[in-house]
């Protein structure tokens, strides 16, 4: 590669990392936003809003605008528990409920 192409690809990774910054100060997301805040095309955040199963505001009833928390939250749900913290939880039970 040409030092101009090389200039001219990392100007593009550099406008790249501006935007992902912009986009995590916004507090309320746009539809295209928040495909790229959750990593999912268009189509799944579509099926995803209809089906009411992420939250989502709809104040004139055509755009979709999310609230990023609400996004953050949403997405840490149905947290997975370690095999460290289930064996905890079972001695801490075997331990608590003794037969007597």
């Known amino acids: 590669m040409s030092n101009e192409n090389l200039i001219l690809e990392r100007l593009s990774q550099i406008e ?3 935007d992902e910054q912009a986009l ?3 507090e309320v997301l746009n539809f295209n936003d928040a495909c790229k805040y959750l990593d999912i095309s268009a189509s799944h955040l579509y099926k995803l809003t209809s089906q009411k199963l992420v939250p989502h ?3 004139q ?4 605008y999310f609230n990023r928390a609400e996004l953050d939250e949403w ?3 149905n947290r997975q528990s370690s095999t460290d913290e289930i064996e905890q939880e ?5 331990i608590n409920n003794k037969r007597k």
Not at 61 to 64: A, R
């Open 16 to 18: 790249q990392k501006i």
């Open 24 to 26: 995590l100060k916004k």
């Open 57 to 59: 505001f709809c104040p």
């Open 61 to 64: 009833g055509k755009k979709l």
């Open 75 to 77: 997405l840490q749900r």
């Open 90 to 94: 079972a001695a801490n039970y075997v």
